[in-house]
């Protein structure tokens, strides 16, 4: 790359060229005697010939402009040892490439000439021959171009300082990409560039760099040729990532592959463009840019902003500190931003109203504090708002069920607090609502029937109370419903039945009371059901659980269910865990043997009757049987004893023995409780 002259190139220059570094000398006294008092020619040839111009101030402005261009400073030294040409007539010099030096053993003969100006020299005859006045005319030329050359050469330097392009060294070899510096110390920008530099970054809505800041060493690595990295569209951009890369521990993902990390003058990333992770459009303008789980760590620069033609910015899974820059809010082309899983704090820019474009915002597992601004409203083209895991509280704004097109909204993990708004049921275009872990109170509101598109409806760990809607039953799309550890009161609503496609309900932990609808076994979807834990719902097992064909977890525990275990459950082949403890059912225990996925049952704390039937042995899969606390009689099955691994890790047998009646004296042989352990070492569940 070509390298800008400095004033340590003009001294070597005019210490190596005696003719330049005597004429630059005497220039100035010269010039001081010229204004004081006019000398008049001694000889003919310093008069002008006719036909010939006098070279003014005026020649030297010219000069400066279009200052004389050298190859470099090694091949101006070789130019000093080639023999000069015989002869150069003025006319002939052209204005950008001066004359080569003389050789050194003409320097006198230059310099006799120079000084004969002020009068005849020693050496020369005081009436010259025609012969000799020409030959003293060609050295007055010689004097003059050199005189010229000088003059140019200071008015070069001061021009210099003014535009840094003016002189410069040929280079036949190609200049480096814009807005590139190369390793070399040399190329180190000056301050004139680093200025203008800026300057324009100034005017572009940039803070001044800091000394020693990112943005310092971002504006040095990019700055080349400022009067055309500063007119360039791209330069704005290129110096906003590598502020990114600065303040990032100096490292940038390579494009040569994921995980491999460059710094920023290795070729690969010479082009911002092929950095790992960053998209252009056809005009080169930077549309996305994907830094998900680099460990990057420091506070997110405020210059993204300024990336006006982002599309999509995803910097999650890094340890990014500090809050959220108002400045992302001019992304007014941006659809997807990422900036969850990192340890942002502060509340939510209100700039963010902005992103009329965005369509999802991930903002969750940080530490954001404050309320959702109602400016959130205005993003109507957002679909996915995800905002759980943080310290938000508050109430949901109002203005967050006005959104058209929003299509899941998670809160969790937060301590939003209030009663749900009727306006709830605005969210037609909501398929996720997860409002899990707050503070929210109240009643569900009625106005949940209208969610035709829901999907996943999480509403558990909160206060609420009021019973199940019978709205709910209008959902008929739900696949995931968790109303647990609330304050729900009333009987579970038959029309709960119409949920044909959900595979996972969990209503326990309430204060529910009433029956077990029989409805529940038209939810043939259903993987999971619970709804035990604390409930007071009583009554029968309905034998249409039965019917549950892809039931897997089955836990009704807690509660004060009464009668016997259905027969009909020996239907559920896919089940495998059955929890039905702390009850008060009755009966035998059924041979549940077709069970072969069984691994946890659970019947303890029941009024359960009759013997351990030897089918226990024949399923493949248990783990642990726990009966404890019952009426069962009898012996345990003595082929318990022979179960190999990989059968079973430990299985649990707790058999309450009724034994004879006993004396009043003997009231603790009133029940016998046997304890079998058997652990098989080395077996994996």
């Not at 203008?196 to 040729?225: H, Y």
């Not at 521990?249 to 950095?275: F, H, M, S, Y």
């Not at 959104?403 to 996720?432: A, C, Q, Y």
């Not at 999480?458 to 709910?472: C, H, K, R, S």
Request: charged share 20%; with cysteine; net charge neutral.
């Amino acid at each position: 790359m070509s390298q800008p002259i400095t004033i340590d190139d003009f001294d070597l220059i005019i210490a190596e060229d005696p003719v330049v570094s005597q004429t630059s000398q005497q220039m100035q006294p010269q010039k001081q005697q010229q204004q004081q008092q006019p000398q008049p020619a001694q000889n003919r040839s310093e008069m002008p010939q006719p036909g010939q111009r006098t070279r003014s101030i005026d020649d030297f402005d010219i000069i400066a402009q279009n200052p004389p261009q050298r190859q470099s400073r090694k091949k101006s030294k070789r130019l000093k040892q080639e023999k000069p040409p015989q002869q150069v007539q003025q006319s002939q010099v052209p204005r950008n490439n001066p004359p080569q030096a003389q050789p050194r053993q003409h320097v006198q003969q230059r310099a006799v000439a120079a000084n004969g100006r002020g009068g005849a020299s020693p050496d020369v005859d005081a009436n010259p021959s025609p012969k000799a006045c020409g030959a003293r005319q060609r050295c007055a030329v010689g004097v003059a171009v050199a005189l010229i050359l000088g003059t140019a050469v200071v008015l070069s330097i001061l021009v210099g300082t003014k535009n840094s392009n003016a002189l410069r060294f040929n280079n036949d070899t190609p200049s480096s990409p814009p807005f590139v510096r190369s390793n070399s110390p040399s190329s180190a920008p000056n301050s004139a560039e680093l200025k203008e530099a800026a300057a324009v970054l100034t005017i572009r809505g940039f803070k001044p760099p800091a000394p020693g800041s990112p943005q310092e060493e971002a504006l040095e690595w990019i700055v080349d040729e400022p009067g055309n990295a500063a007119a360039d569209p791209l330069f704005t951009q290129n110096y906003i990532l590598a502020v990114v890369h600065f303040s990032s521990a100096k490292v940038w993902p390579g494009a040569a592959g994921a995980g491999q990390i460059n710094t920023l003058n290795v070729e690969p990333v010479r082009d911002v463009c092929a950095w790992n992770g960053v998209t252009c459009d056809a005009n080169r303008f930077i549309t996305n840019i994907s830094m998900s789980e680099r460990n990057l760590t420091t506070t997110i620069p405020p210059e993204i902003g300024l990336l006006t033609s982002l599309v999509e910015l995803k910097l999650d899974g890094n340890n990014f500190t500090g809050s959220i820059p108002d400045s992302l809010g001019s992304l007014i082309k941006l659809k997807n931003l990422e900036l969850h899983k990192n340890n942002l704090t502060g509340s939510i820019p209100i700039t963010i109203e902005n992103m009329l474009n965005l369509e999802t915002l991930q903002l969750q597992e940080n530490n954001l504090s404050g309320n959702i601004p109602t400016a959130v409203g205005k993003m109507t083209k957002l679909k996915n708002l995800y905002l759980e895991q943080n310290n938000l509280g508050g109430n949901i704004p109002t203005e967050i069920y006005s959104l058209p097109s929003l299509e899941r909204l998670d809160l969790f993990e937060n301590n939003f607090s209030g009663s749900l708004p009727t306006e709830l049921g605005l969210l037609t275009n909501v398929d996720t609502l997860g409002l899990w872990d707050n503070k929210f109170w109240g009643p569900i509101p009625t106005e949940i029937g209208n969610l035709k598109k829901l999907e996943k409806f999480y509403l558990e760990t909160n206060f609420l109370d009021g019973p199940i809607p019978t709205e709910i039953g209008l959902l008929t799309n739900l696949r995931d419903i968790r109303l647990h550890n609330n304050n729900i009161i009333g009987s579970i609503p038959t029309e709960i039945g119409n949920l044909v496609n959900a595979n996972f309900m969990y209503i326990d932990s309430n204060q529910m009371t009433g029956t077990l609808p029989t409805e529940l076994g038209r939810m043939a979807q259903v993987i999971h059901l619970t709804i035990g834990g604390g409930n007071m719902i009583n009554g029968p097992i309905p034998t249409q659980l039965g019917n549950l064909k892809e039931l897997e977890w089955l836990s009704l525990d807690e509660m004060a269910l009464t009668g016997n275990i259905p027969i009909t459950m020996r239907a559920n082949s896919k089940l495998k865990n059955l929890r039905l403890n702390n009850n008060k059912l009755s009966g035998p225990i059924p041979d549940l043997s077709p069970l072969g996925e069984l691994k946890v049952i659970r019947l303890n704390n029941n009024e359960l009757t009759g013997t351990l039937g030897a089918w226990v042995v024949a399923l493949p899969n248990l783990r642990n049987i726990t009966i404890t606390n019952n009426n069962i009689v009898g012996s345990v099955p003595i082929a318990l004893c022979s179960i190999t691994p990989p059968r079973l890790i430990e299985m649990i047998v707790l058999l309450a023995v009724t034994a004879a009646r006993p004396g009043p004296a003997d009231k603790s042989a009133r029940k016998r409780v046997i304890a079998i352990v058997v652990t098989v070492k080395g077996a994996k569940e």
